[in-house]
């Protein structure tokens, strides 16, 4: 039987530099060595890291496709935790699982953030990714750090007075 790609992805060698792997129950994380320590606790009591960020009591709620929450990381930092989900037609259907196919979306998220980053494309950092495998599928989360001021893509591109 041959390995999943979730199972062999991302080797630590394949690893943005300053990041780090790590195996926490059943989830595959990759972050950043401050991060590591908040990520296993979070899993470790509410088993991923999206629970605990909606169950934090300083966490706060943002609306859109779906929620995502706003919560401290380590030190001074917040972070905005982001469960994966699917857009699109089969969304009720495939909600947030996806196929064990290809290298998971959390890492290619990752990895992207990373490399515009490199390219000086103002871009937030992604603290830590998590999947957690189940099957023939897995869900997944991203951590990135909060940006309170930041506008996303579609609010720059579909705001009424950026045309007029």
Do not use: Q
Not at 68 to 81: A, H, I, K, Q, Y
Not at 108 to 131: G, M
């Amino acid at each position: 039987m041959s390995e999943s790609p979730i199972s062999r992805a991302p080797s630590a060698s394949a690893l943005p530099p300053g990041y780090r792997r790590a195996r926490i129950g059943r989830a595959i994380v990759v972050a950043e060595p401050a991060a590591l320590p908040f990520v296993e606790a979070a899993i470790a009591e509410f088993g991923t890291v999206y629970d605990h960020a909606a169950c934090h009591p300083e966490s706060e709620a943002i609306e859109g496709r779906s929620t995502v929450f706003v919560v401290p990381g380590p030190g001074t930092e917040r972070w905005l935790v982001r469960r994966l989900t699917h857009g699109g037609l089969l969304a009720p259907l495939t909600r947030d699982r996806f196929l064990r196919f290809g290298r998971p979306r959390p890492f290619n998220e990752l990895w992207l953030s990373h490399r515009f980053r490199e390219l000086k494309i103002a871009t937030p950092r992604v603290v830590a990714a998590a999947v957690y495998p189940s099957g023939p599928v897995y869900r997944g989360e991203v951590a990135r750090e909060y940006i309170a001021e930041g506008d996303d893509l579609a609010a720059c591109l579909f705001a009424n007075d950026r045309f007029t």
